[in-house]
């Protein structure tokens, strides 16, 4: 209930709804060690999946999102005795990965994979190589890595597939971030109507669609050229250091998706409806519980989040 309610407060009311009179407190302790025994048992390797994914499409994807923190402030205590803290916005990064049919859409039959950590890219990686592995990630037919610009995805990728033995991936810009990109060097030119962005954003776009990468690079080098602000700058090497991953028409034909829509609605599901609101301010470890909990409840694979919990070495070592 505290999962997959927007509160503790709403778990409380539910549960007293029917017959179980549990103060707050109590429920907080419960679904703490509820998470804590979850992430124990899969750090110890005994989670096992059945599925399997041989000759299928694999994608894989991660974000950030965005909550507060409760965080101490140094100093001394307010008139009650209460300690200060400052609700600092953290990104917690998710990742999902998940299965998909010829037409590039997501497989419904393969409950997808999602999980969370507030604990840095490094550590979504390691989250990313331990699914990957546990599926038997070498025997998939094809894998791609679709995902936005950002360098702390990209700058790890490779290393991530060499090191379980991959030996042909794909890796993707999401195509609707592509066109936000678009847009924003459009609206840094000076003069241009918005008949006239508008018109431009809409070749371009098609253009990247059909295959023609290098065409769009090429006219955005032309729209730069001679100009030293430092938006625009960045917009260009944006596109020219993420170049290869510009494909959408191969990747499109060969059954893949072009956008990253399901990491977004990832994201909003676990941690914009639940983890995200206003003047609600999380402890980092409850908080780091929470996405666990709420990721496998969204994945559908909450039967296997009690299978962990309950596992008979964890109980045994607990």
């Known amino acids: 209930m505290a999962t997959a309610l927007s509160s503790l407060e709403e778990a409380q009311t539910v549960l007293h709804e029917r017959g179980r009179k549990i103060n707050i407190k109590t429920i907080r302790n419960i679904t703490k060690r509820y998470s804590e025994r979850s992430r124990l048992a899969q750090l110890s390797q005994s989670e096992e999946f059945t599925e399997s994914i041989a000759g299928c499409r694999v994608v894989v994807s991660t974000d950030g999102g965005r909550i507060r923190l409760r965080e101490k402030k140094r100093g001394p205590k307010t ?8 609700g600092s916005w953290r990104e917690p990064k998710v990742l999902i990965i998940y299965v998909v049919n010829d037409d ?7 409950a997808p ?26 025997k998939a037919d094809k894998i791609l890595f679709v995902a936005d610009g950002a360098r702390w995805i990209w ?5 991530l597939m060499i090191s379980m033995g991959v030996n042909k991936w794909y890796e993707l810009l999401d195509f609707y971030h592509v066109v936000e990109h678009l847009g924003k060097i459009s609206e ?43 938006k625009l700058k960045r917009e260009r090497e944006y596109f020219i250091r993420n170049q290869k ?37 999380w402890l980092k470890e409850t908080a780091e519980g929470m996405l666990m909990l709420r990721s496998y409840f969204k994945s559908g694979r909450w039967g296997t989040l009690k299978r962990l919990a309950f596992s008979p070495k964890i109980l045994i070592e607990g």
Request: proline share 2%; aromatic share 8%.
């Open 155 to 159: 700058n790890r990728v490779a290393k």
């Open 79 to 86: 008139k009650k005795g209460r300690n200060r803290y400052k």
């Open 113 to 138: 994979f999602i999980d969370g950590t507030l604990k840095g890219p490094d550590a979504i990686f390691s989250m990313i190589k331990y699914y990957l592995e546990k599926i038997g990630i070498c």
């Open 245 to 281: 991953r510009l494909c959408f028409e191969q990747r499109k034909n060969e059954g893949l998706p072009i956008g990253s829509g399901a990491m977004e609605s990832a994201i909003r599901r676990v941690v914009n409806l639940r983890l995200k609101s206003a003047s609600t301010y």
């Open 188 to 230: 840094l030119q000076k003069g241009w109507k918005k008949v006239e962005r508008n018109k431009w954003v809409k070749k371009n776009r098609n253009l990247l669609l059909k295959g023609k990468s290098i065409e769009v690079i090429n006219e955005i080098r032309q729209v730069c050229k001679g100009k030293r602000g430092k």
């Open 104 to 110: 590039g859409r997501m497989n419904r039959s393969f």
